[in-house]
């Protein structure tokens, strides 16, 4: 079978990898997008953004302090303002509305697959379950500060008290991590492995999803908030030094940015996941993208670019941080897309 490799320009809502199996043709996405990071310094009550390169831009004034960030899929960002009581929403254009009230020290934030935003409000205990279109619920009661989903769907959530809950979509909750010092901060790595900062001893923790822990990083008690880029490096919001650092996966540290009047939280503007295409030994087809891509799924098309599409039905298995799902070629035309609907 001949094979033909191109690109394809990106939309910001998707990526395309297709395959023609009657013309044995194949057709792969082979390029990325730098991602745009945004902090919330809480002294100034500003969010800033920074370019890859450090440039950096005030994105968001007059909050009372920001404590959470977090984007959802269509890419607008939420800002918990703890001592506002307060969850704003800021289109991508920058327009700001308040999506939340009327609430008690409101922190960590994070969305699941279906667009809901779930809250960590720590001076009620309480994590809060929202509506894309506002309508509130009380998800749990444990104390909460920094929340995190998996690929599975499951919310982590970091308590003060040194432990790490685990629930399921349902609600059923169990003991994931404890022991640990007061958590703040929860991110997934690229391979699956949960992340998390303990200001008792300042110690950065990966957790492997069985429960393995093991020290990462250290000397980071003055720090608030992190979050992983989509190189797998991780961004440290250290408000003792105020600063933000940059740690490699081999555990490399620099300073990417400083002079940040008390940075608390840290969040990456979402870009489409890498989607991948190829023929494998077997003479099957391996389509791939990286794990979690959290509102993001696999559609299906006749044509290139048709707007009738529709959610592929092949099962997807998680391997080593990577998405995969095998397809057997037929005789008709078939295109991929990995998109955010």
């Not at 100034?44 to 831009?57: E, F």
């Not at 607008?76 to 009581?85: A, C, K, P, W, Y």
């Not at 990456?268 to 087809?285: C, D, G």
Request: overall charge negative; aromatic content about 12%.
């Amino acid at each position: 079978m001949n094979t033909e490799s191109k690109s394809i320009t990106r939309a910001s809502c998707c990526s395309w990898g297709g395959v023609v199996f009657a013309g044995a043709f194949m057709l792969m996405v082979a390029s990325a997008q730098a991602q745009t990071m945004y902090v919330a310094a809480a002294v100034s009550g500003n969010v800033y953004t920074y370019t890859t390169n450090g440039t950096r831009s005030t994105y968001a004034s007059n909050i009372s302090a920001p404590s959470g960030l977090a984007f959802d899929r269509a890419g607008n960002l939420f800002v918990s303002d703890e001592t506002g009581d307060a969850i704003y929403k800021f289109t991508p254009a920058g327009v700001r509305t308040t999506f939340a009230s009327n609430l008690y020290y409101p922190d960590g934030l994070a969305f699941n697959s279906a667009g809901d935003l779930f809250e960590a409000d720590y001076g009620s205990k309480n994590i809060y379950k929202y509506t894309p279109g506002g309508m509130r619920t009380t998800f749990a009661t444990n104390g909460a500060l920094g929340l995190a989903f998996n690929s599975a769907g499951d919310l982590f959530d970091a308590t003060i008290d040194g432990t790490i809950y685990q629930y399921t979509p349902a609600g059923v909750v169990s003991n994931f991590a404890s022991g640990l010092g007061g958590l703040f901060a929860l991110a997934f790595n690229n391979a699956g492995d949960l992340v998390t900062l303990d200001i008792g001893s300042g110690n950065v923790y990966d957790i492997t999803p069985a429960g393995m822990v093991s020290t990462f990083a250290t000397n980071y008690s003055n720090a608030r908030g992190f979050a992983f880029d989509s190189a797998g490096d991780l961004f440290v919001a250290d408000y003792g030094s105020n600063s933000i650092y940059e740690i490699t996966p081999g555990g490399v540290v620099s300073t990417f940015a400083t002079n940040i009047e008390t940075p608390t939280a840290i969040a990456f503007q979402p870009t489409p996941p890498l989607l991948s295409i190829a023929m494998t030994a077997t003479n099957t087809i391996l389509i791939t993208w990286p794990a979690p891509s959290t509102g993001y799924v696999l559609e299906q098309s006749p044509e290139l670019g048709s707007a009738h599409r529709i959610y592929a039905t092949n099962r997807v298995s998680v391997v080593d941080g990577t998405n995969e799902v095998v397809v057997t070629p037929g005789t008709n035309n078939m295109f991929y897309l990995l998109a955010n609907p």
